[in-house]
C-alpha cells in the first residue's frame, strides 16, 4: 500500500499556477479572487483562510468580504453584483454552507458564469456534462489529479463513487466518466452498498460518516480515495474511511488529512487563473 501525498501534488500544482501567474503579469494581468464568506461557522473560517494563503503563494490579489450572521439575501446579492462587475476580481467563491435564513441557489445564480471558480453555477454544471467546460469543481478535479498521481490507469476501470451531492458525488461521477471509467454512483437509499464497493478498482467516499468503509467492503489492490472529514470518538480527524484497516488492503489510498483537502484549494488556485485568462482573451 502506498499514500497518496495531497500536499506533495497540491504543491506541485500551485508551483505550476505560480509560474503562470507570473507569466500573465507580464502581460498586465494580476488573478484576483474574492471570498465571500457569512457567518461565524469555525470550519469554513479555517477554510477561508487556507484560501486567502493559498493565493497569497501564487501572487494572486484577493479580497475577503466577512459578512456577519444577520447578513440579508439583499446585501449579499448586492456584494456578488459588485463583484462580478469588478475587474480586478477573476474569480468570486462564496464560501458554503450560509446561514439558514440566506439561499445558496440565489448566490450561485448570481455569479457570473465566467467568475464561477467553484463550478458550482447551472451553465457551469452543463458544461462539465457535455465535457465541454472551463471550469471544474475543485474537489473532483483534485481527485482526478490524486489519481492521475499514481499512474494507474482509468480506462475501463470500474469506479465507484459513494455520495450524490452536486458538491462532489455527481460530478465526481462525469470526470470518471470523462476519463473512460466504467462508473457506479452508491447513495443513502442503495442496498447492499458493500457488494457494489468490492468490484471498485477506483473507490471515491464522500459521504460524511466516520471511518465508515471498512476492509471488507473493499477490493484488494484498489485505489481508494477519502473525501470525508469527520472527528472520531477521540474526537481526533478522520476520513469515511476506516484507513488502519483498509489500507492493508489497498494498492494506493488518500489520508486524512493531508489527502484530497489540499488539492481542493490548489484546483480553486488552478480556476482562479483560467477565470483571470478567460477575461483578458488570453488563452492556453
Ligand atoms: N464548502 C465546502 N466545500 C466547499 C467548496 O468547495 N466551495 C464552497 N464555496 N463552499 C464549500
Not at 85 to 99: F, K, N, T, V, Y
Not at 182 to 209: F, M, N, P, Y
Not at 275 to 280: S, V
Amino acid at each position: 500500500m502506498q499514500n497518496i501525498d495531497g500536499k506533495a501534488v497540491a504543491k506541485a500544482v500551485k508551483e505550476q499556477v505560480k509560474a503562470e501567474c507570473e507569466a500573465l503579469k507580464e502581460k498586465g494581468v494580476v488573478p484576483g479572487l474574492a471570498v465571500i464568506l457569512v457567518g461565524d461557522d469555525p470550519a469554513s473560517q479555517v477554510y477561508v483562510r487556507n484560501k486567502e494563503r493559498a493565493c497569497e503563494e501564487c501572487g494572486f490579489y484577493s479580497e475577503k468580504y466577512a459578512l456577519p450572521a444577520d447578513t440579508t439575501q439583499a446585501e449579499l446579492n448586492a456584494l456578488v453584483d459588485r463583484l462580478n462587475a469588478d475587474e480586478r476580481i477573476s474569480g468570486i467563491l462564496c464560501q458554503l454552507p450560509l446561514p439558514k435564513h440566506l439561499n445558496d441557489k440565489e448566490v450561485i445564480n448570481r455569479i457570473d458564469p465566467m467568475k464561477d471558480v467553484d463550478a458550482f453555477h447551472p451553465v457551469n454544471v452543463g458544461a462539465i456534462m457535455i465535457g465541454d467546460y472551463h471550469f471544474l469543481p475543485c474537489t473532483p478535479a483534485g481527485i482526478m489529479e490524486l489519481i492521475r498521481s499514481t499512474g494507474v490507469d482509468i480506462t475501463g476501470k470500474k469506479a465507484v463513487v459513494m455520495g450524490r451531492s452536486n458538491i462532489v458525488g455527481k460530478p465526481m461521477a462525469m470526470l470518471l466518466l470523462h476519463a473512460d471509467a466504467t462508473v457506479e454512483i452508491i447513495h443513502s437509499k442503495t442496498k447492499d452498498d458493500a457488494a457494489i464497493t468490492r468490484t471498485a478498482d477506483i473507490l471515491v467516499v464522500a459521504i460524511g460518516k466516520a471511518k465508515h468503509v471498512t476492509a471488507d467492503m473493499v477490493k484488494g489492490g484498489a485505489v481508494v480515495i477519502d473525501v470525508g472529514m469527520n472527528r472520531d470518538e477521540n474526537d481526533k480527524l478522520c476520513g469515511d474511511v476506516d484507513y488502519e484497516n483498509v489500507c492493508e488492503k489497498c494498492s494506493y489510498i488518500t489520508p486524512v488529512p493531508g489527502g484530497v483537502g489540499p488539492m481542493t484549494i490548489a484546483m480553486l488556485m488552478r480556476n482562479t487563473l483560467t477565470a483571470a485568462k478567460l477575461q483578458h482573451g488570453i488563452n492556453g
